[in-house]
Structure formats: C-alpha cells, structure tokens
C-alpha cells in the first residue's frame, strides 16, 4: 500500500515537470521561430542596408538645406507695435501716402482716391472696442499690401485696378463689407502656430513684367501662397475713320472719293497687355513666444 502512494506521488512529479517542460519547449520553438524569421529577412547590417542608410542620410540633409530658407522667409515678420485705433488711423495715412507717391514715380495709373484694399476707413477709424491683437494683425496687412505694391513697382506694372484683403475686423451693426473686401476666399484665420492672411490683386501689365512679378514674389523674404491666377489679354481695336473728298493720284490731280470709302488708321504696333488677377495667401510661421502671446491675446 505504501509503495503504491509513493508511487503515484512520484508519478504526480514527473507530469507536472513534463508539462513545464512541454511549456518551455514551446516557447522555445515560438522563439527559433522569430529568429529564423528574422534571418530570413536579413536585418543584420549588409552592405547594401548600409550604403542604403548612407543614401537616405544624404537625402535627408539635402532636404533640410532646400527647407532651411524657406523656413527663415515664413519666419515671423516684426510686430507693427500698434496699441491704439488712432495710432493704425495715422499709420495708415502715411502709408497710403507712401504708395501714392511711389506708384506717380513709377507710373503706374491707379483709380481715383485709391485706397489699396482699406477703403474702408476712407472715412472712418476702427472701433475703440477692437482687440490689440486684431490692430496687430490690421497693420501686418498693410505691411503686406505695401511690400505687394513695392514688388509691382519693381516689376513695372502698368496699372492698377484694385487690391482686396480678408476684412478679419468685425462689422458693426448694420454695416456691410467694404468694397475692396475680398469675398472668395475664407476669412484670415490664425492656426497655433502660423497665421494665413489672402489678398487680391488686379492690375495690367505685359507679360514680360508679369513673369517678373511672379519671380519677385516667389523670392520674396515674405513668404507667399499662389492660390489663383487669371489672365486675359486685352484687345486691341483699329481705329477707322470716314474721309470723303479728294485723294490726289499720282498725276496731282484730284478726284472725288466714294461716300463709302473709309480710311483705317491703325493704332501703334505693340504687343497687347494682360488682366490680370492674382489671388494669394501671405503665410506666417509663429516663433513659440509670438504664438503664446497670441493665444494670450485670444483667450482675453
């Protein structure tokens, strides 16, 4: 009786260790497993995934030396350190004043009291009530309507037709959008950490001054966003004018004309200028102190 209890405790031993050994041989296969898969993948550094790396390390500092400046143009552009309504009013002033003055010297025709996209405070000045930040953000449009009127000067734009901006002020009540306001596109917005601003401009020029035009704002240390370009080329018309009377012949005489005949005068020979309208987004990329502010600023 004894020797079959031991026995059977004996053998009670030997299954559990034959299952544990059942268990650690199956993870051991799962693992022989992973490592033949991995074998047959070949992770290990061969010369080909080496040259391979080196190649993609190449790559990668190519890439960030063609990022490098265009990182630096997207940069935040100086704040316009405007604090008051008045302080923008005179701002503007003397900036409409600015381009006045260069667009005669340059010139290019502009309309009458032309106001380049802030026509609506001809009249008037912002609300009081208007944040610091919207005041900030209304004098870095001039700034940026400005530096587009120096690039069309540059380039030897003929003339001006207008120049719409986002209105990213609010209306007060009863008013209605200006009539320079730009109403394609969405409102200005500001992201966390860059701010997005659109503009339009009409104007005519050659196509030689347009190419320009496009080269200068594409080298621009103000980083711009094409979105639309529409051309259209302006039509010449011929003048005729009616001459009834004598023509003289080869003789000297002179002889009646036909009531009929008409003599066409033709204008200048030159090459037709383009309409143009050119929609655009000024693109800014906040540095971290100028976006906590601004967020500050928001959330006041």
Not at 42 to 63: F, G, I, M
Not at 94 to 111: C, S
Not at 224 to 230: G, H, I, P, Y
Request: proline content about 5%.
């Amino acid at each position: 009786m004894v020797f079959v209890v031991v026995f059977g405790f004996v053998g009670w031993l030997l299954w559990g260790q034959y299952g544990a050994y059942k268990e650690a041989r199956a993870s051991l296969s799962e693992k022989l497993g992973q490592l033949e898969r991995l074998q047959n993948n070949n992770p290990t550094p061969t010369d080909s995934n080496v040259t391979l790396s080196d190649e993609n390390h190449k790559r990668l500092q190519e890439a960030q030396r063609g990022l490098s400046p265009l990182v630096l143009r997207a940069a935040a552009v100086p704040h316009t350190r405007i604090t008051s309504n008045i302080e923008f009013a005179q701002d503007l002033r003397k900036t409409i004043a600015r381009m006045e003055d260069k667009a005669q010297k340059a010139n290019i025709v502009i309309p009458p009291d032309f106001r380049f996209g802030f026509k609506r405070y001809a009249t008037t000045v912002p609300s009081k009530k208007l944040p610091k930040v919207m005041l900030e953000r209304l004098g870095k449009q001039l700034l940026v309507v400005e530096e587009l009127v120096t690039l069309m000067i540059e380039a030897h734009v003929e003339q001006v037709f207008a120049i719409k901006r986002v209105e990213i002020e609010p209306l007060e009540r009863g008013a209605t959008l200006g009539e320079d306001a730009l109403r394609v596109l969405p409102a200005a917005h500001q992201q966390e950490h860059y701010i997005s601003m659109s503009f339009e401009l009409q104007f005519a020029c050659s196509a030689k001054a347009l190419q320009d035009l496009l080269n200068r704002i594409a080298t621009d240390d103000k980083f711009f966003v094409m979105r639309l370009l529409t051309i259209e080329q302006e039509v010449i018309e011929k003048k005729t004018d009616e001459m009834r009377g004598t023509a003289k012949e080869t003789t000297g005489a002179q002889t009646p004309l036909d009531p009929e005949t008409k003599i066409v005068v033709e204008t200048p020979n030159r090459l037709p200028r383009l309409h143009v309208i050119m929609q655009l987004d000024f693109i800014e990329v906040l540095n971290p102190k100028a976006a906590a502010r601004d967020a500050m600023n928001r959330n006041r």
